[in-house]
């Protein structure tokens, strides 16, 4: 199986921080990863896929980078909403995995 | 409205099964995939199965392997998953996701709100 591991596993940032969060790979994967951003008792959203593709309607303040084994999104501007809990997942092999997510806090 | 509904909450006790749905609507469930992601309470995400729509393959994550039946119904665009001799250990929201195609590949592009299962005796 395909190992994702995020980092960090949490940060405190503030509003108007830009935030960066990685994920790596346990072997290649080329661009088919996906990041989803999950609020308390709610479903994930979708916001990044192919690596670097915004899916419709996520603001542009969202980004991703990567390619092989090692991502990157990033949240240029952080606003009240952004704090969540992110997180990777690959599409290149089953069975499909996910990190084990990133929660974004309030400094 | 492009949506995924998805049946509500359920309480079992070990040992027995479940079959929890997920309706689509508002796009062509047949040129879609559907898949299954659980969540134990506190816990990340975690894989369970995946129905393609060009051949028909279903896909299950190896632990759940004997226990996980996913089924489609073309005919009212629901997507089921039935999980079987249920554990303690499987309490968790179970969510439904829809696939869209990525090259060769799939990925998911639109969720359902998720189904609780309780696993109590």
């Known amino acids: 199986d395909i190992q994702m591991t995020q980092s960090p596993s949490s940060l405190s940032a503030s509003v108007g921080d830009r935030v960066t969060i990685t994920c790596r790979a346990s072997?290649?994967?080329?661009?088919?990863l996906a990041w989803f951003q999950q609020k308390p008792g709610t479903a994930p959203k979708s916001l990044i896929y192919a690596a670097s593709t915004l899916q419709s309607g996520v603001p542009s303040k969202f980004s991703g980078s990567g390619s092989g084994t090692d991502f990157t999104l990033t949240i240029s501007s952080l606003q009240p909403e952004d704090f969540a809990t992110y997180y990777c997942q690959q599409y290149h092999s089953y069975p499909w995995t996910f990190g084990q997510g990133t929660k974004v806090e309030i400094k | 409205q492009v949506q995924l509904v998805q049946s509500g909450a359920e309480v079992k006790n070990p040992g027995a099964s479940v079959k929890v749905s997920c309706k689509a609507s508002?796009?062509?469930?047949?040129?879609?995939?559907i898949s299954w992601v659980r969540q134990a309470p506190g816990q990340g995400l975690e894989w369970m199965a995946w129905h393609s729509p060009y051949n028909g393959d279903t896909n299950y994550a190896q632990k759940l392997q004997g226990r996980v039946t996913m089924t489609t119904d073309t005919s009212t665009s629901t997507a089921y998953m039935e999980l079987r001799s249920l554990r303690s250990d499987d309490t968790a929201v179970y969510y439904c996701?829809?696939?869209?195609?990525?090259?060769?590949?799939?990925?998911?592009?639109?969720w359902g709100r998720g189904t609780l299962v309780t696993v109590s005796s």
């Open positions: 996701a829809r696939g869209r195609r990525h090259a060769i590949y799939w990925y998911f592009d639109l």
């Open positions: 072997q290649g994967i080329s661009n088919y």
């Open positions: 508002g796009y062509n469930f047949a040129s879609f995939g």
